[in-house]
């Protein structure tokens, strides 16, 4: 079991940007597919972006496309989502998740982080 640690969230203004990264241990990641996941308050987790093993196969969220980018470095073992000209409305705690599925629902991903809080002032 591949175990996995987020950082990188914060508050700030609208229009700023954050880059969470999320760390693995246990296992290494380079076969896994990664996948960012969010939930806003009071709302459901909702799906953000994934990507594949070898770092194709990219999917986002269309609410976020064009202004997040998520990336992956295996040899440090660790994932990032580049999230910029952030809006309120992307207020939520942003979960990494590894699993073997390239898929985006929760149910594709066997192993969880314990999330980072992202605040997004108007």
């Known amino acids: 079991q591949v175990q996995l640690v987020e950082s990188g969230g914060g508050l700030v203004q609208a229009g700023s940007s954050l880059r969470l990264s999320c760390a693995a241990s246990?296992?290494?990641?380079?076969?896994?597919?990664m996948g960012w996941f969010r939930q806003p308050p009071g709302k459901e987790r909702e799906f953000v972006a994934t990507?594949?093993?070898?770092?194709?196969?990219?999917y986002y969220v269309d609410s976020v496309k064009g202004r997040f980018t998520i990336n992956r470095d295996n040899a440090k073992n660790t994932v990032y989502l580049q999230m910029n000209s952030l809006k309120p409305e992307d207020t939520a705690v942003y979960y990494c998740?590894?699993?073997?599925?390239?898929?985006?629902?929760?149910?594709?991903?066997?192993?969880w982080g314990q999330g980072t809080q992202v605040t997004v002032s108007s």
């Open positions: 246990g296992r290494t990641i380079s076969s896994y597919v």
């Open positions: 998740a590894a699993g073997w599925l390239p898929g985006t629902r929760e149910a594709d991903f066997r192993s």
């Open positions: 990507i594949r093993g070898n770092g194709g196969s990219i």
